[in-house]
């Protein structure tokens, strides 16, 4: 039993978390859901609209820079298509036009905010359950192609990968996105064949166009899983190659499963190792989805492994896996191509395992804990450049963007840069002008910039290094100085920034005003008082104050009413939201000094229980002569 007689000692413990290294360089996106999930949830077109600028703003706030959109999940379009229909997550019908183009939306909100839109497809999923219309514009355009399948883990159709039609059809797909949207990425979700696994579904297309002597990858002898596997490698090759012709600065990436493979002989074919202990789907096998071969040949910009596990599990650890993928493919690969190309690692994470206690993730039990460690785990990796989170998916992440901000993404970063596609040398800015709170500048050429506000005096080139300083990536031409306070004390930094991700020649500004920040941080005191004036915004790290309240002990600051999580002892520039103080009735309200007179012990209603102190927890009265003690045990 431990005993606490008339005083408490108060520690407030912060996350264990915070102070992690914020890297200036780092992919920090959610997949953001086309059917409903996350977005549109409604098909009112002003509530379409207000929410995809909510989701944003969060986003933005949470100090995130890219959203990956799902944009074609159903053999359907979020997006004019001259191929296939409207979705039906857009107004409830199949083929109904929205009256707005959603991606066009999408992209304009996205880049005014400095987040860049990734387009997400799924490239050949037709449905996840029973069979298309035959008279949808998909099963007119591709209708030949289509079959279907009915295992364990898949009951819909998809457009056959061994059709070289069908492979040219997704091609002409994914190319009117990329050549009609100013997207800044597109990314491939694995819906290639169907999960579990190809039996005979595909006989048609394996007799018309399987060559004779296809040689086994892995000299099992499945040369039917060879030959799919050629397939999907087709589509990822000749799509890598039409994108480097007309926007290179388009990333392509691919949302692989979380497991190659756990063949010996497929990995020794690549002279490389399987990731020890780990027992999980096999993409290679399942989904004829070979992403080794990928990085090897440089046909990716990046890859997003789906490592959908804990830290804290053995047979499907995340840690291990994320090792994995960053040093035995992105690094080892990226070492043996040219022109000092590289593949990307961003990882991909189950961010509804700390969310939903339903989602049967083993070790998620401690919710935002297990999100942090695997963040921890990925930034293990920023020595090679290979790092970034992608979270799956957009509303889980919502419930935790207060907590991963505080604790990993306390200040901004930059995408990694794609070095090695270095088109042209960007000129600095010029003519800058200071208008009310708006200070633009001019460029002939350049459409994006990175902004950076650091004290007078202070190096250009340290400041924009460190990502303390990085205030935002712009898309135009101006910034708003609101927020900043007396300006007297700051320099600008801007930086041509191209689309590959380069920054370039900075130009700098200095100017006089003060500009106030709108209140972004209130205060629940809960009938507390504190002796400082309450800040309403910070641009510095800021201690908290510990307020008082007669009759009553300060329990700690929390983010939410209902006192979640771990209370904060500070809070970081630009932190936003409301802070809760947490009280507790006080017990010190008679000293602790004991006599070695006779004790008589009463209970809180004046019950006598004794004249020894219980074995057990409770508040007791205790008498000694004419003095009076409470104690709690």
Known sequence: MKKTIFFLVLVLLGSQFVGAENPKYEFRATWLTGNGIDWPKSHNVVQQKESLCKILDVMAKGNMNAACLQVRSFSDAMYKSSYEPWSASLTGTRGGDPGYDPLAFAIEEAHKRGIELHVWVNPFRVTSSGVLDTTDLVWKNAGQWIIK??????????????????????????????????????????????????????????????????????????????????????????LYKAIQDVKPWVRFGMGVPGNWSMKAKAAAAYGISLPSGISAMESYDYLYCNAVEWAKQGWVDYLNPQIYWSTQVTRQNYRVLCNWWAKTVCENFSNKLSDGKRVHFFASQAAYGATDPDAGLSGYGDGVLEIQRQIDANRDNLSSGYTGSVFFHTSAYMQLFRDIRDSHFQKKALPPAMNWKVKENLTAPTDFVLTDSILSWSHATAERFTVYAFPRGMDVEEAITNPLYLKKIVYGNSFDLTGLGDISLLTFAVCSYDRYGIEHEAATFEGEGVFEFPQVIFWELNGGTVDVELPKYVTETYTLPIPKKEGYEFDGWFKTKTFRGTPLTEIFDGWEGTLYAKWKKSTTDLPPIFTNEQMFVYDVMGRFMGTKLPQENGIFIIKQGNITYKIVL
């Open 149 to 238: 399948y009915n295992n364990s883990s898949f009951q819909g159709q998809i457009i056959d990968p061994g059709y070289p039609e069908a492979r040219n059809y997704v091609h002409n797909v994914c190319m009117e996105i990329i050549n009609n949207y100013d997207i800044d990425g597109i990314v491939m979700d694995d819906y290639f064949y169907a999960y579990g696994g190809t039996y005979s579904e595909d006989a048609v297309s394996k007799a018309l166009y399987k060559p004779a002597n296809v040689k086994d990858v892995d000299k099992d002898g499945t040369t039917d899983d060879d030959w799919r596997r050629a397939n999907v490698d087709s589509v990822i090759c000749n």
